[in-house]
């Protein structure tokens, strides 16, 4: 299973990329991040110093949505052609939550001879409340300088 | 210890734009195969190209890369004091406020990059809600062991003047 990406070619300004969902964020999952990112701050897995701290329970850590909207950006622009990807983190994602990842091409032009294609993207919870939102640049391959024409 | 020397902000009387050019010293940040694989994991991102040195082999890149979002866990990583205890932030009222990131090379498996940190912005605003906001940003470069220059990272905390409740 090849993982195509896009060409420039084919793409144009307001196509969408297919979404990516993660259902029902658990507790495990957070660990899960906690312990491939080392992010062992407490307010994410114990219970107890969240709600000290004044939080009604843990909260997911704001990079691990961040690493979902990045799945969905790779999977859509291809491994190895992002450029830029800027986020900001604009509400919790809390254990049960389900956030679904899309994003839009705003521009696509040329510069220096590279392809280049800029998107809004975002990452939404089942409210409707943006979790994470961001932009990203990418560099997308064509048709014709692949030497496939 | 050097964690005890470091001084949260309410004995520090220093202004926060003090720590406008505050430098942490560089260090190595070897990138591991199988931490790409349990980042991956944990993002739920199943490609094959952050797990399978053969498929990765056969791609227009060659190799297993980092995901882009990977290079954040640096900060956990590196010895000495966190981002929380060199800004003088209480981490019960700390939020991540944004993240940014710019690609020059890819970041493959095996790598072993220098990572350069330093405050490049801090600064004080009212909150919305009340209660003074403190917001600190933090610029890494990373260079790979050929001394290209990888990646640039801009993370932005945020000190809250108390609990936040969204």
């Known amino acids: 299973m090849e993982k195509k990406g896009l060409y420039f070619e084919d793409v144009r300004e307001g196509d969408e990329a297919p979404p990516v969902v993660v259902a029902n964020v658990s507790r495990t999952q957070i660990v899960k991040y906690a312990g491939a990112s080392g992010d062992f701050n407490p307010i994410h897995h114990d219970e107890l110093y969240a709600i000290r701290a004044g939080n009604d329970r843990v909260f997911a850590m704001g990079m691990m949505t961040a690493g979902f909207l990045s799945h969905m950006v790779t999977d859509w622009v291809g491994d190895g052609n992002l450029r830029k990807y800027k986020v900001r983190f604009a509400t919790r994602v809390w254990p049960g939550d389900t956030v679904t990842c899309k994003g839009k091409i705003t521009r696509k032009y040329k510069k220096d001879g590279k392809n280049c294609i800029e998107a809004d993207v975002f990452a939404e919870k089942q409210n409707l409340e943006k979790a994470v939102i961001g932009t990203i640049i990418a560099e997308l391959p064509g048709k014709t300088a692949s030497g496939a024409h | ?166």
């Open chain 2, 1 to 166: 210890m050097r964690k005890n020397q470091i001084k949260t902000r309410k004995e520090n009387a220093m202004p926060i734009q003090d720590l406008i050019g505050k430098e942490i010293p560089p260090f190595e940040f070897p990138i591991e195969r199988g931490k790409i694989k349990e980042f991956a994991d944990a993002i739920g991102d199943d490609n094959p190209i952050y797990r399978h040195p053969e498929y990765a082999r056969k791609t227009p890149l060659g190799g297993i890369i980092a995901p882009p979002t990977f290079t954040r866990t640096q900060v956990f990583w590196r010895p000495g004091p966190s981002n929380f205890e060199i800004a003088g932030l209480d981490r019960r009222f700390v939020l991540h406020g944004a993240e940014e990131y710019e690609y020059f090379q890819p970041i493959f498996a095996g790598d072993i990059l220098t990572c350069t940190t330093k405050i490049t912005e801090a600064y004080e605003k009212e909150g919305k809600r009340g209660g003074k906001m403190i917001f600190v940003v933090f610029e890494s470069t990373f260079h790979n062991q050929r001394g290209e220059k990888v990646l640039i990272s801009k993370s932005t905390t945020i000190q809250t003047g108390g609990v936040v409740k969204n």
